[in-house]
């Protein structure tokens, strides 16, 4: 999964640099803006992937079939619906984001073009949440390796096709998203539905069930609060950025694909640890458990620092790589060190999160993400007046490690109620 989960940041850096080689920093920042715009309203979905993945390990655990069959049917009919819901409020989207990025007019019409295009997306997008929740739930890592390559590996290829060999530029990236995800939902719906007709049928009314629901909606709530507020926090982030001017809001979307390259290749760690906490807590097998805290956090700390390493050292080739622009490259340069270490700083929270959202423990995971994001809201208020962009890094890391401590503290206490003794 470490593997599958890089190629998405490595669409990012496709698209940023598609649009770099214009050499326009207004576009530059649109398509940043516009990204993160649709990523706190789209991906506050995420939980139909982590969710439907805590639920499904669980089941797997307890050897359930049927009911591992209902939790995606149940996680595909919210996806639909929610998808829907998004396309209608498109309007309304766009003018929010504009809003609250608060950027230069340029830059802001980048950003409608961007975000009216990609919300095409948002069904097929939602539903291969749901499908790679499934997947991963059963430990198919190989599997989810598969759908995902598919998936970034189209956007990537219809980006460069439509952005810069038909010149369509930023719309040509959004649509190629559109198709990309298109193509990976029909491919997964295939691939599952196949499966299911070789698995006992499930029981009637088992997709409606009502308790069922209620249970998903709880969870699902807690961890889209929770997927709400880290993205708000990146929002934040590069609003203030904005304020900043836009050759700052430039360099630091230069600087967060690097941010979210570190990220995904962890979350590979993070879902190992979804899957095998869930397995464990549906078995009702402590070992594992305990196993599955100690790998991850070996592994994810190890994996931190040669990150962490590899960006200091090769950081001034890639952010060449991204844009051409002689003053977006200088100024991303002075912050690469802030970006490096995001990895170091952000590994707990990331392993923890896999573990809490494999246990099913959201409150907990909800009420820590609340905690850490108003020391991030001091801390940015007061260290970004104070020092600039570097403060508006350093806001960043004292968001990632409370997340990752304050986790870290209440599980010894949440794992003894789990497995009694």
């Not at 398509?31 to 139909?48: N, T």
């Not at 995001?342 to 409150?363: C, K, N, P």
Request: hydrophobic content about 60%; charged content about 10%; glycine content about 10%.
């Amino acid at each position: 999964m470490t593997l599958a989960y890089l190629t998405t940041p490595l669409l990012g850096i496709v698209d940023t640099a598609v649009v770099g080689q214009l050499g326009d920093a207004a576009l530059l920042g649109g398509l940043a803006a516009g990204a993160i715009v649709f990523d706190v309203v789209f991906a506050s979905f995420s939980f139909l992937r982590s969710g439907t993945t805590g639920l499904v390990s669980q089941a797997f655990g307890r050897e359930d079939t049927r009911e591992e069959q209902a939790i995606f049917w149940r996680a595909f009919l919210i996806a639909i619906v929610s998808g829907l819901a998004l396309l209608v409020a498109g309007p309304l989207v766009v003018a929010g984001g504009v809003w609250f990025i608060a950027a230069e007019p340029r830059v802001s019409e980048a950003l409608s073009a961007y975000v009216y295009i990609r919300l095409i997306s948002a069904p097929f997008a939602l539903v291969n949440y749901a499908i790679l929740g499934y997947v991963l739930g059963r430990g198919e890592g190989g599997l989810g390796l598969l759908l995902q390559l598919i998936l970034n590996l189209c956007n990537i290829g219809l980006s460069i096709f439509l952005g810069l060999w038909l010149g369509w530029g930023l719309e040509g990236v959004a649509w190629g998203t559109v198709g990309g995800e298109a193509l990976a939902m029909v491919i997964g719906l295939t691939f599952v539905i196949r499966r299911f007709r070789r698995m006992p049928p499930m029981r009637r009314g088992a997709v409606t069930d009502m308790a069922a629901h209620r249970a998903m909606f709880v969870l699902n709530r807690d961890i889209m609060i929770r997927s709400f507020v880290l993205l708000a926090a990146f929002a934040l982030l590069a609003r203030q950025g904005a304020q900043m001017g836009t050759l700052t809001l430039a360099a630091n979307a230069v600087l967060m694909n690097f941010f979210l390259l570190a990220g995904y290749l962890l979350d590979g760690f993070a879902t190992a640890a979804e899957q095998i906490a869930g397995r464990a807590v549906g078995a009702r097998y402590r070992p594992a458990f305990d196993r599955a805290v100690k790998l991850t956090a070996i592994w994810g700390f190890g994996f931190s620092g040669l990150i962490a390493i590899l960006i200091l050292a090769f950081g001034s080739h890639l952010v060449a790589l991204v844009t051409t622009a002689p003053d977006v490259r200088a100024e991303a340069m002075r912050y690469l060190p802030w970006a490096a270490l995001t990895a170091v700083a952000g590994v707990l929270a990331f392993q923890m999160d896999g573990i809490f959202i494999g246990a099913t423990w959201s409150r907990d995971m909800r009420n820590m993400m609340l905690l850490s994001f108003a020391l991030y809201l001091a801390a940015i208020f007061t260290l970004g007046p104070a020092f600039g962009n570097h403060g508006l890094w350093a806001a960043l890391h004292v968001f990632l490690l409370a997340r990752g401590i304050s986790l870290l503290a209440i599980l010894p206490l949440r794992a003894a109620r789990t497995f009694p003794t």
